[in-house]
């Protein structure tokens, strides 16, 4: 077994290969060295971190670059365990992996898998990642019901079991699009006959894609039917963090206007 039992030792050579440990490495204290980040830890449309992370350098999932950054340490999705397994056991590395996450309750089981392995001095917050969701669940319970849509590019829709829809959920929103899975395709006609209360629609750094998104012209007849269209981009929910919580804060205001 790899990493049957964590190390004690501080100053670890971490490299991450996974947006969601690049967050945690960055928000939360430790005493590691963090030789580099995944490719997309510099994107600021997705990784809400990414200031932080401009001074490093990213890498991606193959040996020659794991075996130059000597890492005593790799952060990685659990789906590449079985690739990198042999290799790591070979070089004496250390694999942690993270799950994709799938509910807001996702950001507590990174915390408690990177304090497991000293990644992350996360012992203390725990208990305040508890408090912030309970609190958003409960205020969402007080809030009349309201039905939400996100939207994607190239004409998709967010199902219920994405990280989005699920933080909108806690968050007191019912989801229009009762599809399970990740995305679904959008129907136009069916969208402007029965519209949601809210839309999502994803936005970027530097342009909007809102207009990729839904043309311009259905926007319109939405918002006169009295939907409320909100451009956001994804790095609120691309990785569960207090970034997702200030998300869920934000649709919250939103209902109540």
């Not at 994107?43 to 130059?68: C, G, N, Q």
């Not at 056991?89 to 990177?114: A, C, E, G, M, Y």
């Not at 725990?126 to 849509?149: F, M």
């Not at 679904?184 to 519209?195: C, F, H, M, S, V």
Request: hydrophobic letters at 40%; proline letters at 7%.
């Amino acid at each position: 077994m790899l990493a049957a039992a964590p190390p004690t030792a501080a100053n670890q050579r971490v490299m991450s290969l996974n947006l969601c440990g690049d967050q945690m490495v960055l928000y939360y204290p430790h005493k590691n060295r963090l030789l580099s980040v995944s490719h997309l830890a510099h994107d600021a449309t997705l990784s809400p971190m990414h200031e932080k992370a401009r001074d490093l350098k990213t890498a991606r999932l193959d040996f020659e670059s794991i075996l130059a950054n000597q890492p005593s340490h790799v952060i990685l999705a659990r789906h590449h365990m079985q690739t990198l397994a042999p290799f790591a056991k070979r070089h004496d590395i250390t694999l942690i992996p993270l799950d994709i996450p799938n509910s807001p309750k996702s950001w507590i089981d990174f915390v408690q898998q990177l304090t497991k392995y000293n990644i992350i001095e996360g012992n203390s917050v725990r208990q305040d990642i508890e408090k912030t969701l309970k609190n958003i669940k409960k205020e969402g319970e007080n809030l009349e019901q309201k039905t939400i849509i996100f939207l994607a590019p190239r004409g998709f829709a967010l199902g219920i079991d994405h990280l989005a829809v699920q933080w909108s959920v806690l968050a007191g929103f019912t989801p229009k699009i009762k599809t399970k899975g990740w995305s679904t395709k959008i129907n136009y006609e069916q969208l402007i006959a029965d519209p949601p209360d809210v839309l999502v629609m994803e936005q970027s750094i530097g342009s909007s894609i809102s207009t990729r998104t839904l043309p311009e012209n259905i926007q319109n007849l939405l918002r006169s039917q009295g939907t409320v269209i909100i451009e956001q981009m994804p790095s609120a929910w691309t990785c569960p963090g207090p970034w997702g919580a200030e998300f869920a804060v934000k649709l919250q205001e939103l209902h109540r206007k």
